[in-house]
């Protein structure tokens, strides 16, 4: 049964402007690489028209296509991903939506201590964790950098 289309209307404007992003980023390495669409197809088992769509930034493809697509560019997997992602943009939205939801969580179980307990532990250890992913992001912001120069 073939994959049912995502409908690109209910995502977020963050979504889509990092959909656009993507597909830039790979027409921009595709064309450099002096493949066609059919040629990129070829070389990674993606459809032309799929390419097309990612490319024009109206296809949210899964992570396993955009690995062929990479790998068919010959390109580490990361380079065709958003730099924001790479240097802050994803832990912010992580921790937006996590941030929502604690409270959301503590607000409907206040009488409860201990959800509120384990919602404030779970809270501390998130915090933890977004320390590391900075630091991270930090050292793949540096690795980035080291590859845009040629470094």
Known sequence: MPRKPVNINN???ETLKSLAIIGKKIKDMRVAKGLSQKAL???SGVSHQYILLIE??????????????????????????PDEWLTGGLD???LN???K???H??????DNSMTVSILDNMWKKFDEARTMIEEAQRALGDILERVKSGK
């Open 11 to 13: 995502l977020d404007d």
């Open 41 to 43: 197809s070829g070389k």
């Open 56 to 81: 024009i930034g109206t296809q949210n493809a899964t992570i396993g296509i955009l690995k062929r697509i990479s790998d068919a560019l010959e390109v580490p997997f990361y380079s065709i991903l």
């Open 92 to 94: 912010e939205y992580v």
């Open 97 to 99: 939506l996590f941030e």
């Open 101 to 103: 939801q604690s409270s």
């Open 105 to 110: 969580l503590k607000k409907d179980f206040a």
